[in-house]
């Protein structure tokens, strides 16, 4: 009923492809330091509070799985292996934002 209002009444206007050319001469020669593949860019780049709020995240979601599996286990109940199992993903996750958060190969900045 409100479809026809919520369009809009202008034409879309789409842009010409750009035109490709076949030379490499008219490419601009990569600077010395520049990376020289889209491979070697990097993809993200990680601040300091970017990896706290993640690494802290996910060894609170680490904890909490490990606990939830270890609950039944205090109340008296042996451990099947879907509760070991549950444990060690716990404990991965846990592990998971301990890496994050230690930055081991140090390609994080600060930003500022």
Known sequence: MG??????????????????TNSA???????PGAPTS?????????CWSCRVLSGSGLI????YVYWVA????KLGYAPSPGTVTQMVIGISIA???VIILS????????AD
Do not use: H, T, Y
Not at 3 to 20: G, N
Not at 25 to 31: K, R, T, V
């Open 25 to 31: 001469e008219s490419l601009p020669l990569a600077a």
């Open 103 to 110: 930055d081991p190969k140090g390609k994080a900045f600060r």
């Open 60 to 63: 609170g979601a680490g904890a």
């Open 3 to 20: 479809s026809f209002l919520s369009q809009s009444m202008e034409p879309i206007k789409v842009s010409a492809p750009p035109k490709v």
């Open 95 to 97: 592990c998971w934002g």
């Open 70 to 73: 270890r609950k039944p286990m």
């Open 38 to 46: 889209p491979a070697e860019a990097p993809v993200f780049n990680n």
